[in-house]
Every structure is written in C-alpha cells, then in structure tokens.
C-alpha cells in the first residue's frame, strides 16, 4: 500500500476486456504497476483506476479514459489481455477491436492531453 505519493510516482489508469473484467481479476497487471515490471519497468507509478472499455466493440472507452483522466491519470495502459489473450498468451479471449479502441484513446489523448503516454500492453 502506497502511504505517501512520491513527487515523480506517475498516476496510471488502466483500460481492460469487458468480458475478460468478469473473470480475471486484474492481479497480473495490479502486481506490474506496483512492482514496476512489465510496461512499467522502470517506472515509478501509482494506479488511479481501472476500468474497461464497455463492450465490444469498445462502447465506453472514450468517456472512461476520459474518467482516468479526470482523476488525474498521466499514462493510460490498455491491458495484456487485449493484446496477448486471456490467460496471456494463450490468445483465448484476444481482442477484436484492438486497433479501433486504440484509435479511440489515442484520438481522446490528442484532443484532451497530448501529454499523457499511452502503453499497450501492461504484463
């Protein structure tokens, strides 16, 4: 548990599955913020939030990065299991509609915080 927030701790909002949000519970990525592995190597980072991306084909991804944002998220990850599958790797569960959500928070943080890195993967 973080007591007190570093100056240079990064605040992280993170982006998964819908449908792989109702069975797995996000430990893998909890564990690579905390123990700063995975896309959070050598990062510093605090996780503000997890959400997902409302359903296919990503129906809410938009308003909830905005929600991360709001909250002050300064790097947006979508999860592992977006990219890789569920269980990762497996390619079980892969998603879709990648590119088209990726497209999407990638056009929310132009127009809305250009400076807020955006990491494609987190384990």
């Known amino acids: 548990m973080i007591l007190?927030?570093?100056k240079n701790m990064l605040k992280?909002?993170?982006i998964r599955c819908a449908l792989v949000a109702e069975i797995c519970p996000a430990t893998s990525c909890i564990k690579a913020v905390k123990e700063s592995k995975g896309a959070f190597k050598d990062l510093e980072c605090e996780?503000?939030?997890?959400m997902t991306c409302g359903g296919c084909p990503g129906l809410k991804v938009s308003a909830n990065v905005r929600t991360l944002l709001n909250r002050g998220a300064e790097v947006i990850a979508l999860s592992s299991c977006m990219t890789r599958g569920y269980p990762v790797g497996s390619k079980a569960f892969?998603?879709?509609h990648f590119e088209d959500i990726k497209k999407a928070v990638e056009s929310v943080l132009k127009k809305d915080?250009?400076?807020v890195k955006l990491l494609e993967w987190t384990h």
Do not use: H, M
């Not at 996780?47 to 997890?50: D, N």
């Open 12 to 14: 992280v909002g993170i």
């Open 113 to 115: 915080a250009p400076k």
């Open 94 to 96: 892969t998603c879709p």
């Open 47 to 50: 996780l503000i939030g997890f």
């Open 4 to 6: 007190f927030k570093a």
